[in-house]
Every structure is written in structure tokens, then in C-alpha cells.
């Protein structure tokens, strides 16, 4: 079963908005702008895993500076009390979030791992034997923002 | 007492029960939970507990809760991402009397434990 029938590019950013209203935006003054620009560059990202009878990642990814202002949001901290692992959790957590409303549009039967972040290029982590199948691209105060969809090519891959 | 492995949401939850009033406990799993109530001489009034967490996981948590006489009257309510209505089902068979899926509001989220009778009067006004 292909899961672009399942959750198109509409529900994830039906999804994205709700996070920036519960936790990055709530005052409804900086949203996430599309962009459509699937090639913009990233510095961190963060990946759930899906497995069962879909068998899959959902990746967040963005630059520093983002992911920066994203701990500080969810934290109520200052930008430069942020550190890395504050980094490091809100950006796990907002994986976590959205590839959990993710699996719940998947067949029955999916599960959903914790959270794996690398404070990175997206291009440094390599999903062997998976495509991207779907994604939402778009700056957030100018930063360049990413939710992507990949989908193992092969049956029984759980990486 | 807030129960996440995410300390981000740790921090999220523990800010809008401090505006209840509460005074909130945490730990990062279902294990250290029990752990933490194990030694605790009050049983909190009421735990916010996410689903997927390492060690023991959110509904594991509740199932020991609910066997566990000492904690009967704990409200736990499940805040977490598995939003499928047979895990919601589960949940609530379990033994947890609520059930918030994120992401959610601090609206929303008052809301609900409005309904269960732990917010007073016009906290969310």
C-alpha cells in the first residue's frame, strides 16, 4: 500500500500547524511558511521510525538556528541559554509528535520508535533501502524547516 | 506527577499544572515512577502520563497503578502521541480516567482536567 494515499502532503501540514499552535507558536505570530523547496539545506534532524504494516521514517529536520528557537519555545528559555541537549529532546519530541499523528493515519497495526536525533546534516544520516515518499518544506523566521516521509523500499526493513 | 521521557514535555506539562496549584513531581519513565511513588509517603492527586517511553511505557504504568491498592485513588490521565481509537480503548480499560492526545494546547488541556474535577474555578479564564 502506497501511504501517499494515507497522508498526503495536506495532513502534514494539518499536523505541523497544530504543533506550532500548542507549543512553537501559540500566540499565532511566526508560523511555518511553505516553501515547496525540497532542497533547502538543514543542519539537525530528528527521525521517529515506523514499523509493522507500514515500514518507514518521519523525519524533522531544520537549521540551528531553528532548532534553537524551537527549545527555547517549548523550554521558555532564552536563545542562549539553550544548549544541546535542549536541542537535542525538543526536536526528538517534535519527531515524536508528529510521526505518532502520522501512524495513526497508517494501517492498523504500525508502531512507533523513540526518537533518534542527529545534530547534523540531514545528508549525514542514510535511510538504506527507503525512498521519500512525501514532505512539507518551509522557513520558519527565515530558517529553512523540514517534515519528510520515507518509506522502505524492502518488506521486513526496520531501519 | 509528570511522567515523559521527554524533558521537554516534562517542562510543558509541569507549567501548566504549577498554574493549577499543583506542585508537580517528574520522572522519565513508568518505572522510575513507581519508583518515586514507592518513597513517597502522599500519593500525588494526579499523573499526566505519556505512552512510549523506555523501561516501562505509559500503559504498563497504569495497569501497576491501578493493582497497587496504595495508588487507588491516583487520577491518571495519558498524554501521548497514540491517538488510534483502539489504543485509546486500551487506555481507558487499563484504568486511565483521561486520555490527551498531542500536541495539545494549554487550553485544551485544563479543559480536560477540568472535567475530572481538578481545576478550580475559573482557572482557565
Same mark, same amino acid.
Given at each position: 500500500?502506497?501511504?501517499?494515499?494515507?497522508?498526503?502532503?495536506?495532513?502534514?501540514?494539518?499536523?505541523?500547524?497544530?504543533?506550532?499552535?500548542?507549543?512553537?507558536?501559540?500566540?499565532?505570530?511566526?508560523?511555518?511558511?511553505?516553501? *515547496? $523547496?525540497?532542497?533547502?539545506?538543514?543542519?539537525?534532524? +530528528?527521525?521517529? +521510525?515506523?514499523?509493522?504494516?507500514?515500514?518507514?521514517?518521519?523525519?524533522?529536520?531544520?537549521?540551528? %538556528?531553528? *532548532?534553537?528557537?524551537?527549545?527555547? *519555545?517549548?523550554?521558555?528559555?532564552?536563545?542562549?541559554?539553550?544548549? %544541546?541537549?535542549?536541542?537535542?529532546?525538543?526536536?526528538?519530541?517534535?519527531?515524536?509528535?508528529?510521526?505518532?499523528?502520522?501512524?495513526?493515519?497508517?494501517? *492498523?497495526?504500525?508502531?512507533?520508535?523513540?526518537?533518534?536525533?542527529?545534530?547534523?546534516? %540531514?545528508?549525514?544520516?542514510?535511510?538504506?533501502?527507503?525512498?521519500?515518499?512525501?514532505?512539507?518544506?518551509?522557513?520558519? $523566521?527565515?530558517?529553512?524547516?523540514?517534515?519528510?516521509?520515507? %518509506?522502505?523500499?524492502?518488506?521486513?526493513?526496520?531501519? | !506527577?509528570?511522567?515523559?521521557?521527554?524533558?521537554?514535555?516534562?517542562?510543558?506539562?509541569?507549567?501548566?499544572?504549577?498554574?493549577?496549584?499543583?506542585?508537580?513531581?517528574?520522572?522519565?519513565?513508568? =518505572?522510575?515512577?513507581?519508583?518515586?511513588?514507592?518513597?513517597?509517603?502522599?500519593?500525588?492527586?494526579?499523573?499526566?502520563?505519556?505512552?512510549?517511553?523506555?523501561?516501562?511505557?505509559?500503559?504498563?504504568?497504569?495497569?501497576?497503578?491501578?493493582?497497587?491498592?496504595?495508588?487507588?485513588? !491516583?487520577?491518571?490521565?495519558?498524554?501521548?502521541?497514540?491517538?488510534? =481509537?483502539? =489504543?485509546?480503548?486500551?487506555?481507558?480499560?487499563?484504568?486511565?480516567?483521561?486520555?490527551?492526545?498531542?500536541?495539545?494546547?494549554?487550553?485544551?488541556?485544563?479543559?480536560?482536567?477540568?472535567?475530572?474535577?481538578?481545576?478550580?474555578?475559573?482557572?482557565?479564564?
Amino acid at each position: 500500500m502506497s501511504v501517499e494515499t494515507v497522508v498526503t502532503e495536506d495532513d502534514l501540514a494539518e499536523m505541523v500547524e497544530q504543533v506550532w499552535a500548542s507549543y512553537l507558536d501559540p500566540e499565532g505570530v511566526s508560523p511555518l511558511i511553505p516553501t *515547496a $523547496d525540497a532542497d533547502q539545506p538543514t543542519e539537525v534532524h +530528528s527521525t521517529v +521510525s515506523i514499523t509493522g504494516t507500514w515500514h518507514g521514517h518521519l523525519v524533522y529536520a531544520s537549521s540551528m %538556528q531553528a *532548532a534553537r528557537k524551537a527549545a527555547g *519555545a517549548f523550554l521558555a528559555m532564552e536563545l542562549d541559554e539553550v544548549g %544541546q541537549e535542549d536541542i537535542s529532546d525538543v526536536l526528538g519530541e517534535l519527531a515524536n509528535i508528529v510521526g505518532g499523528n502520522v501512524k495513526a493515519m497508517l494501517p *492498523a497495526g504500525c508502531f512507533l520508535s523513540l526518537p533518534t536525533v542527529v545534530l547534523a546534516p %540531514q545528508t549525514a544520516s542514510y535511510y538504506p533501502a527507503a525512498e521519500r515518499i512525501s514532505g512539507l518544506w518551509g522557513v520558519w $523566521d527565515g530558517e529553512p524547516i523540514s517534515i519528510s516521509m520515507w %518509506q522502505s523500499t524492502k518488506t521486513g526493513d526496520n531501519a | !506527577m509528570v511522567i515523559d521521557d521527554s524533558r521537554a514535555m516534562r517542562m510543558i506539562l509541569k507549567r501548566i499544572v504549577a498554574k493549577l496549584n499543583f506542585e508537580a513531581v517528574e520522572a522519565g519513565d513508568g =518505572q522510575e515512577a513507581l519508583d518515586l511513588l514507592s518513597t513517597m509517603t502522599e500519593v500525588p492527586e494526579l499523573a499526566l502520563i505519556d505512552w512510549n517511553m523506555p523501561n516501562m511505557n505509559g500503559l504498563e504504568f497504569v495497569t501497576k497503578v491501578r493493582a497497587e491498592p496504595r495508588l487507588r485513588e !491516583m487520577t491518571l490521565v495519558m498524554v501521548t502521541t497514540e491517538s488510534e =481509537q483502539s =489504543q485509546i480503548v486500551r487506555a481507558l480499560a487499563a484504568g486511565a480516567h483521561e486520555y490527551v492526545i498531542k500536541p495539545f494546547t494549554e487550553g485544551a488541556m485544563i479543559e480536560k482536567l477540568a472535567l475530572l474535577g481538578l481545576v478550580p474555578t475559573g482557572a482557565n479564564s
